[in-house]
């Protein structure tokens, strides 16, 4: 089957340059556009890569960045747009792509809460694609948008998923180590960061309580139901290049041992694995029993086979006091939860014969 087309936007940034190393020679998909902002029109992919944990295909470093143009993206035959676009400005861009017919799969949160657009992770709520359709009734010719979650609250969704399947656990506090690289280019200023923790983001504590409920919620008679899952949140942004590292506690009167969570963290597999979609990690979350894990430069980049690296989550130091239950996990922010994350979503949204 010939792949589908696809564009880029947002080409020049961190996230979009994310995006084009990982549908390099994508099975499913062709990327004929790279697009962004009118002041990289007419440059060169090279002129402005800026991913230095990634050599650059040769192939692609002389393809031209063009103007974000939906209609002519349209008449190109572009069927698939990945949007790597900053939130203040994706909104219009990415809803004219829909109502071009494009299925847009976003990184932006412009969309994220909106009562017939998912935020989708795939192993955790593939059943939300169910609203795509009511979407596509008010749109025309037939587009649609699906996002993926807030880059902190992703890992964590992840880890939690497991746990209040099998425990019906609800009462959780997390506090977020985050990467610099979630601020994008050039990201926090050097005064600000060097030798310093930075311990407010914003609207990011808002977002993890918020998104997390949506996402570990149900879709039924069309339309979402929040999960009672109670996420309290402190978001501090630290001097780490990639990955986010979050501390996790939850309460419980009936707290299993730190095996059986341990247990049902690793033995963990959900929709994606069973598809063998391409973007997916063979193991989903992974656990380490090493005291010092997981840790950003050892673990940012979990994930086997080598498409899905930087995939995986890691947990680790997993602990149970009495009712409390403690452990650290780990994602890469700008692949799990970033560029990553919305390629699994077009994968799975291709499995399923949305596009």
């Known amino acids: 089957m010939a792949k589908r087309k696809a564009a880029i936007l947002g080409s020049s940034g961190m996230i979009g340059q994310r995006f084009t190393h990982m549908l390099d020679a994508h099975p499913y998909f062709e990327v004929v556009a ?9 440059k060169k992919l090279a002129d402005v890569w800026k991913l230095s944990d990634v050599e650059m295909n040769p192939r692609i470093r002389k393809e031209t960045i063009r103007a974000t143009n939906p209609a002519a993206l349209e008449k190109q035959g572009v069927e698939i747009v990945f949007s790597g676009l900053p939130s203040d400005v994706a909104g219009p861009v990415e809803d004219e792509c829909a109502e071009h017919g494009m299925a847009v799969f976003s990184n932006a949160a412009s969309h994220r809460m909106e009562h017939d657009t998912p935020i989708l992770i795939p192993e955790i709520n593939p059943d939300h694609l169910a609203s795509v359709e009511v979407q596509k009734k008010r749109r025309k010719n037939g587009g649609f948008i699906i996002t993926n979650a807030n880059c902190s609250v992703t890992g964590l969704a992840l880890g939690l998923k497991p746990l209040v399947d099998e425990f019906g656990f609800r009462e959780i506090n997390v506090a977020t180590y985050q990467a610099l690289s979630g601020a994008g280019y050039p990201g926090v200023a050097s005064l600000d960061i060097l030798g310093n923790v930075l311990p407010w983001i914003k609207d990011e504590e808002e977002k993890m309580t918020a998104e997390g409920r949506k996402i570990l919620g149900s879709y039924k008679n069309g339309r979402f139901v929040d999960s009672p899952v109670n996420i309290q949140a402190c978001c501090a ?14 309460r419980d009167k009936n707290m299993p041992d730190a095996k059986s969570i341990a247990r049902t963290l690793a033995d963990f597999r959900a929709k994606p694995q069973k598809l063998k979609l391409p973007s997916a990690p063979d193991r989903p979350i992974i656990v380490r029993k090493e005291q ?4 950003p430069l050892l673990d940012a980049n979990a994930g086997t086979p080598d498409r899905a690296k930087g995939m995986a989550l890691t947990v680790g130091r997993i602990r149970v006091d009495k009712d409390c239950l403690k452990f650290y996990l780990l994602s890469h922010n700008t692949i799990r939860g970033g560029a990553g994350g919305s390629v699994l979503n077009a994968e799975l949204a291709y499995k399923e014969g949305l596009i």
Do not use: K, M, T, W
């Open 292 to 295: 010092n894990r997981p840790q």
């Open 34 to 42: 790279y697009c962004a902002s009118d002041r990289s029109n007419g």
């Open 237 to 250: 942004r630290v001097n780490v290049r990639d990955g986010h590292l979050e501390a996790v506690f939850i």
